[in-house]
């Protein structure tokens, strides 16, 4: 299983960004997919999650209305469109798969920052 995350950058207050994550070693269409995000000396926080049916989504409190996350399972690719950023979105992202095991990816620097 491989997870490869990219997009980040350094964005101003207020601006947007697209993150990727492209997955490989499992079916992807049939797992559900998820990012999370982590800042130093704080813990993994769950971001947002996209089912593998319906592709129904789940979001934190903290990015619910401005974040939004999508599948393309032609290209085996989930993604986080992330608008009306703050300084304190600024992180590195993750995606995380679960089949049995967990795997992450090598996460993505998000700054948002004037």
């Known amino acids: 299983v491989q997870l490869v995350e990219s997009g980040g950058g350094l964005v101003q207050p207020g601006g947007s960004l697209r993150l990727s994550c492209a997955a490989s070693?499992?079916?992807?269409?049939?797992?559900?997919m998820n990012w999370y995000r982590q800042t130093p000396g704080k813990e993994r926080e769950w971001v947002a999650t996209?089912?593998?049916?319906?592709?129904?989504?789940n979001y934190a409190d903290s990015v619910k209305g401005r974040f939004t996350i999508s599948r393309d399972n032609a290209k085996n690719t989930v993604y986080l469109q992330m608008n009306s950023l703050k300084p304190e979105d600024t992180a590195v992202y993750y995606c995380?798969?679960?089949?049995?095991?967990?795997?992450w990816g090598q996460g993505t620097q998000v700054t948002v920052s004037s």
């Open positions: 996209i089912t593998s049916g319906d592709a129904s989504s």
């Open positions: 070693g499992f079916t992807f269409s049939v797992r559900a």
């Open positions: 995380k798969v679960s089949v049995g095991v967990t795997y």
